[in-house]
């Protein structure tokens, strides 16, 4: 795939799911539309108008009716002439009517993301929309949805175009310095408040990068991992919450060996949570393995839910992983083992997983936590490992800008180029054709 527009060949897809459906649409894009439209629906509907037609193959024979659309270009999705068909959603129709388009001169089959990245080729959108584009379609939960339109809405574009724009007026500021840094009558510096700016720019853009986390959490999904003892009843939890049988339950302690896990819909947020091996010291050398997953899965969960069982006392003695800094719900189990309304001390959420009683706030409790973990969906924040690297690229370059007062105006002010460059990388404005290939390469056909 070149990268370079125009394009002198067409592509077309079936953009819409998969058959049989009520409805299936082809798209098209290119500059042989037109005349594509023309020869099998018999005229070019008005732009943006839905035509009625009978679409038929290159012998003239009828091969469905449905609908027709134009979208001349530039004011299109590609920013080429583009045309919908809304067809029957049969194989066979579908079939038919890609044949037919493949057999027309300059016409070919679109290739994953191609329509999308027609659009970023001719300056519809940029490398942070497509990405987001990506995510909308593969959008599971509302978190996602909202976060992936959010980005698709051209904010980061925006906020990078702003901060190159600062960027660029430091450096003209320098620039001027430089040029009358011999002239004994320029009134003082003007590096101080340059380079308070930068400064104080390189801290938005710690905080802008930070969002990443948050990202993270909607797009991958928050992560919870229930440890405790053996037998506390941390598999009936698992199986509770996912409403099915996922995991061996029994009385015998060190059932669990592997770590198993559910991805639950709280509340629009993705919720992993995983079931462990039940921690003890005293464990045969299969269960001792179990355990080592289950303490390194904890070690980089969102939350631990630290089950225990309550005819059992205190949860004391649940050494968590070292260093671990997500959140911890303690949890007491087999409420129905105690007498009525015992509060078993040292517990955050009290249960019964075979009577049921109080997992729904157990389940409220997690789904707050993902919740307040995911922040504040609508808002943009980085949503890509490319996008946070570019931005500690530029972060570096501004502190080395900034940080040391001895280095010649001409280095730094070339450091303030280079992270301008970096931020330039994440909207696409400076890219290889490598990073779009990868890029691109993620979507369906059609998009
Ligand atoms: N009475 C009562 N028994 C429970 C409750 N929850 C689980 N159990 C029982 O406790 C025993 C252990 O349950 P599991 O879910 O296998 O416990 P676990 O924590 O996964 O145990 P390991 O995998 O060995 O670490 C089983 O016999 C369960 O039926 C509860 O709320 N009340
Ligand atoms: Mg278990």
């Known amino acids: 795939m070149t990268a370079i527009g125009p394009f002198d060949d067409t592509i077309f897809a079936l953009s819409s799911g998969g058959l049989p459906s009520g409805v299936a649409v082809v798209r098209l894009s290119g500059p042989a539309v037109r005349a594509t439209l023309e020869a099998l629906a018999g005229c070019v509907p008005p732009a943006r108008r839905a035509a ?16 027709c659309l134009f979208f001349p270009g530039p004011a299109s999705a590609t920013g080429e002439d583009c045309g919908e068909l809304h067809l029957h959603g049969s194989r066979a129709v579908v079939a038919a009517v890609l044949e037919t388009l493949s057999g027309r001169p300059g016409l070919r089959g679109a290739e994953p993301g191609e329509f999308t990245r027609r659009a970023f080729v001719n300056g519809k959108i940029d490398l942070t929309g497509a990405e987001a584009l990506a995510d909308l379609v593969a959008a599971e939960t509302e978190a996602q949805r909202r976060f992936a339109l959010a980005n698709a809405q051209g904010g980061h574009r925006a906020l990078y175009e702003g901060w190159r724009q600062r960027l660029l007026s430091a450096r003209a500021l320098i620039e001027a310095e430089l040029d009358f840094a011999d002239e004994a009558d320029v009134p003082g510096s003007v590096s101080d408040t340059v380079w308070a700016d930068v400064a104080a720019l390189r801290t938005e853009i710690a905080g802008h990068a930070a969002g990443y986390r948050r990202a993270e959490i909607i797009r991958e999904g928050y992560r919870v991992v229930i440890l405790g003892p053996p037998n506390a009843g941390k598999s009936s939890l698992l199986n509770a919450l996912a409403r099915r049988d996922v995991a061996i339950v029994t009385d015998e302690p060190g059932t669990t060996r592997d770590v198993l896990e559910v991805t639950l819909d709280l509340d629009g947020v993705k919720v992993i949570v995983a079931d462990t091996a039940g921690l003890r010291a005293a464990a045969g050398r299969v269960e001792a393995l179990g355990i080592a997953r289950a303490l390194e899965r904890a070690g980089t969960a969102d939350l631990i839910v630290a089950l225990h069982d309550a005819t059992a006392g205190e949860s004391a003695g649940l050494s968590l992983p070292p260093g671990f800094a997500g959140a911890v719900l ?6 129905d083992r105690m007498a009525e309304d015992a509060v078993p001390a040292g517990t955050d ?10 997992l729904d706030a157990l389940v409220a409790r997690i789904g707050s936590l993902a919740r307040e973990a995911a922040g504040q969906v609508g808002e943009i924040a980085p949503f890509r490992r490319r996008h946070v690297a570019l931005l500690e690229e530029a972060q570096a370059h501004l502190g080395a800008a900034t940080e040391d007062e001895t280095l010649a105006l001409e280095l730094r002010a070339e450091e303030l180029r280079l992270a301008s460059a970096a931020l330039a990388g994440i909207v696409g404005a400076i890219g290889t054709e490598d990073l779009l290939d990868s890029i691109f390469r993620d979507f369906c056909i059609g998009k």
């Open 330 to 335: 303690r949890v007491a189990n087999k409420l």
């Open 52 to 67: 009625l037609a009978t679409f038929r193959d290159a012998a003239g024979l009828p091969l469905d009716s449905g609908l």
């Open 349 to 358: 959420v009290a249960v019964s997983v075979l009577t049921g009683r109080g």
